[in-house]
């Protein structure tokens, strides 16, 4: 299963208009939107988390083309657990940390196989 495609403009990045709402949200906020369905917040949360989740599971793999696999994974996850997510208050990271571990489960399940 993968993620749902973006609609994006002509520069490829999510649709201008609409994205504009979303970028000053928290990751609990986006994730919300995420579990109705909101493909644009997805878009703002795999922004937000790609490059500093790639830099992770490249070091730990060190193979960009497993670790560009492993994010795959990692925003399906994500997408498919979106509306059983339960904020965290006081924690304004738990998303981003969650997201984290995903990853590297997943590397150490690949290591394993």
């Known amino acids: 299963m993968t993620y749902p495609r973006v609609l994006t403009g002509s520069d490829g990045r999510p649709k201008a208009r609409q994205a504009k709402s979303r970028v000053g949200e928290t990751d609990d906020a986006l994730v919300q939107h995420v579990a109705r369905g909101d493909r ?42 979106a509306p059983s997510w339960q904020q965290k208050p006081g924690l304004p990271h738990a998303f981003a940390a969650w997201l984290s571990r995903v990853a590297t489960n997943l590397e150490i399940g690949r290591a394993h196989v």
């Open 40 to 81: 644009l917040a997805f878009a703002r949360l795999v922004e937000r988390h790609s490059a500093r989740l790639m830099a992770l599971v490249v070091r730990i793999v060190g193979n960009r083309a497993v670790a560009e696999e492993i994010l795959q994974d990692v925003f399906t996850r994500a997408w498919i657990s």
